[in-house]
């Protein structure tokens, strides 16, 4: 779940580094997240220059900092909305929900509909046992035609319904973020979770092979891959996933699991 976290946070703050527009909407009332857009004034410039500096802060593990960025951003434009959502996205690692709600909910009264804050803030309610509340705030990212990464909040609203038990709901979002992304790897792992889990062995060992090819091998992926190859009845893929396992994974859970005959 830890590593959940990590692979949102960092698609996240990427995301809130690298968009780029020139202006706030197509004309229709609906609008790039406010990341995206070009600032209106001086005031505006300074505070999205802090709050990215500090998205880089927080990604590389820096969150005092961070939050002192993002502060200082509200200090010049104390509406500038990716401010708060940067603060609530700090108060989420620290493991300070009422302090994160608070700024994702300001964010959200300051820029409504936008979205990589309803995205952010989906994935707070879906990490706080609010899963099927957060998926409204998925869709409302995902179906934001002005929104340059609707994979990420397809992506995030299929993890959270396989925490709902609701595979069928999970692999419909899941296979729509891959259809928009074919290379979001985080998508095809869940696919080959799902796959796994109900006995479609053969479709999740395509599944993991497609991700090896766009990746270097993550505990989940060679753990998952082993089972998988356990199911099937490959012994000689079972053993070199094993291999895998003690050479670059020696002190995971995955790796004591293995060792004590614990598959599922």
């Keep these: 779940m830890k590593n959940i976290l990590a692979a949102f946070l960092s698609a996240a703050l990427l ?3 690298t968009t780029t527009g020139s202006g706030p909407d197509s004309g229709s009332g609906v609008r790039q997240p406010m990341s995206a857009q070009a600032p209106v004034n001086e005031a505006q410039q300074s505070a999205k220059v802090h709050t990215e500096l500090g998205s880089l802060y927080l990604l590389d593990g820096r969150i005092a900092v961070a939050q002192e960025e993002a502060r200082a951003a509200l200090a010049v434009d104390s509406s500038y909305a990716p401010a708060h959502n940067l603060l609530g996205l700090a108060h989420m690692m620290l493991n300070e929900p009422r302090l994160a709600e608070e700024n994702f909910n300001k964010a959200l009264s300051l820029a409504p509909g936008d ?3 309803s995205n952010n803030f ?3 309610l879906c990490q706080n046992a609010r899963e099927q509340r957060s998926i409204e705030y998925f869709m409302v990212a995902a179906r ?3 929104y340059t990464t609707p994979t990420r909040p397809y992506t995030n609203a299929g993890i ?3 925490r ?4 069928k709901a999970a692999e419909e ?5 891959v259809r928009l992304n074919p290379t979001n790897t985080q998508a095809l792992f869940w696919l080959a979770d799902i796959a796994y889990r109900q006995g479609r062995y053969m479709e999740a060992r395509q599944w993991l092979l497609d991700i090896e090819k766009m990746q270097e091998p993550t505990v989940e992926l060679v753990w998952l891959a082993l089972r998988t190859e356990r199911k099937l009845g490959n012994r000689e893929a079972e053993l070199r996933y094993a ?9 995971s859970n995955e790796l004591r699991q293995f060792n004590q005959g614990h598959f599922e």
């Design 144 to 146: 934001n035609p002005l």
């Design 243 to 251: 291999a895998q396992l003690r050479r670059r994974f020696p002190g």
């Design 122 to 124: 989906g994935w707070f």
């Design 15 to 17: 995301a809130a580094c």
């Design 115 to 117: 979205p990589e804050i």
């Design 173 to 177: 979002y899941l296979m729509q973020a």
């Design 164 to 167: 709902l038990k609701n595979d």
């Design 160 to 162: 959270c319904s396989v």
